[in-house]
């Protein structure tokens, strides 16, 4: 059964960094767009990232522009993302999706339909 599971997360003081896992299993990344987002306690779940056959570029955040990095393992079927200079209003669980090489806007702002999620993992950003 296709799936992703997400790693990476844990407590880190403001200020520093964590890089969050996303990989699968049992289906390629190869050419599927795949997003990270997250969800703050009492929030809905937002997108934080995206990477897509179908862009250019990442998409990123206006919150994490600068201070987040998503990239792709083709190699080890892993999505990676890269999160320097970590701010409290980061706390969040974070999640990873994969779907159809569909724009980035698209599966930002359609996350509700997106066919494949992880579990998410937890990241906590206090002193």
């Known amino acids: 059964q296709a799936q992703l599971v997400e790693s990476g997360g844990g407590l880190v003081q403001p200020g520093g960094s964590l890089r969050l896992s996303c990989a699968a299993s049992?289906?390629?990344?190869?050419?599927?767009?795949i997003g990270w987002f997250r969800q703050a306690p009492g929030k809905e779940r937002e997108g934080v990232s995206c990477?897509?056959?179908?862009?250019?570029?990442?998409h990123y955040a206006d919150s994490v522009k600068g201070r987040f990095t998503i990239s792709r393992d083709n190699a080890n079927n892993t999505v990676y993302l890269q999160m320097n200079n970590l701010k409290p209003e980061d706390t969040a669980v974070y999640y990873c999706?994969?779907?159809?090489?569909?724009?980035?806007?698209?599966?930002?702002?359609?996350?509700?339909?997106?066919?494949?999620w992880g579990q998410g993992t937890l990241v906590t950003v206090s002193s």
């Open positions: 999706a994969a779907d159809l090489p569909r724009p980035c806007i698209s599966i930002i702002e359609a996350y509700k339909y997106l066919k494949i």
């Open positions: 049992d289906f390629s990344l190869d050419y599927k767009a």
């Open positions: 990477i897509s056959p179908s862009d250019g570029a990442p």
